[in-house]
C-alpha cells in the first residue's frame, strides 16, 4: 500500500524562463521529501519550531496524513522537481469560525526544497497557479494562508498574488516568530483582480 494517496491534477504555467509544473505527489517523491525534511536550512523556514531533521517515519506519517484528504503537488520547474505544496482543507477551528459555517475554506503552505531556486520567482509563480486552480476549478470560496513575521520571502508571495493581511496573532514566547500574519484571499476578491488585470 502506497504511503502518499496520490490523485490526478497536473497544472501547467511557468514564464520564458521557468516552465513549472505542479504534479501529482505520490511515494516515488519520497527521497526528495527525506532529502529536503533532513536540511535544517530548510525546515528554519517551514517549521515553527527549530528542527534539526525528521525521520523518514516522520515524512511518512506528515505525506501520508495530509495526502488522505487533501491535494499535494511535487513542484517540476524546467524538469527537475525542486519543492511542494498543498491546498488543504482549513483545520484550525479559530480560522473557521472567521466564515460562514458552509464556507469551503482552505489553506496553502508552501515549500521549495532545493535552496538555490529561493529568490527566483518561483513561488510567485506557481502559488499563482494553485490559486487559479483553487478558485476556478474546486469552486473553493476563501484562501486562508499564514506566515510568521521573519519569513520574507513568504509574505510577499501571498502579497503578490493579492492576499490581504487580515489578521495579526502574538505567538506564545519564547519562538522564533514573534507573530504569525493571517492572509486572505476570497472568491469575489480574486475575480476583481483578475478584471483588473485584464
Ligand atoms: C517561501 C518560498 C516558497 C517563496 O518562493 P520564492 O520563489 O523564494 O519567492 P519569490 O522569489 O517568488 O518572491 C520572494 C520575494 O521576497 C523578497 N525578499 C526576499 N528576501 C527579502 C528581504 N530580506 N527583504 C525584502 N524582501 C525580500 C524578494 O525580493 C521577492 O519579492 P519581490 O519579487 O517583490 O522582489 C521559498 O522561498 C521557500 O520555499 N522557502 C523555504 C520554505 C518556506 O519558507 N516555506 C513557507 C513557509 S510559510
Redesign the pocket.
Known amino acids: 500500500m502506497s504511503i502518499i494517496r496520490s490523485h490526478d491534477i497536473t497544472l501547467c504555467g511557468g514564464n520564458d524562463e521557468y516552465k513549472v509544473i505542479l504534479c501529482p505527489l505520490s511515494d516515488e517523491h519520497l527521497p526528495y521529501l527525506y532529502k529536503w525534511n533532513s536540511d535544517s536550512e530548510?525546515l528554519y523556514?517551514?517549521e515553527g519550531e527549530d528542527i534539526e531533521s525528521y525521520p523518514p517515519e516522520v515524512v511518512h506519517q506528515i505525506y501520508g496524513g495530509i495526502s488522505q484528504n487533501n491535494l499535494c503537488f511535487a513542484l517540476k520547474v524546467n524538469n527537475e522537481i525542486i519543492?511542494e505544496c498543498w491546498l488543504q482543507k482549513m483545520n484550525l477551528p479559530n480560522v473557521k469560525k472567521m466564515y460562514a459555517a458552509d464556507a469551503d475554506v482552505r489553506r496553502i503552505d508552501?515549500?521549495?526544497g532545493e535552496k538555490s531556486?529561493?529568490?527566483?520567482?518561483?513561488?510567485?509563480l506557481f502559488i499563482g497557479m494553485l490559486v487559479k486552480y483553487a478558485f476556478e476549478c474546486e469552486h473553493v470560496d476563501v484562501l486562508h494562508c499564514?506566515?510568521e513575521d521573519y519569513?520574507?520571502?513568504?509574505r510577499?508571495?501571498w502579497e503578490?498574488n493579492g492576499f490581504q493581511l487580515v489578521f495579526t496573532e502574538e505567538i506564545p514566547q519564547p519562538h522564533k516568530g514573534k507573530v504569525q500574519y493571517h492572509w486572505r484571499l476570497t472568491k469575489d476578491e480574486y475575480q476583481e483582480r483578475k478584471i483588473e488585470s485584464f
Open positions: 530548510v523556514w517551514t519543492g508552501m515549500s521549495i531556486y529561493w529568490g527566483h520567482g518561483i513561488g510567485t499564514f506566515s519569513n520574507i520571502r513568504s510577499r508571495v503578490k
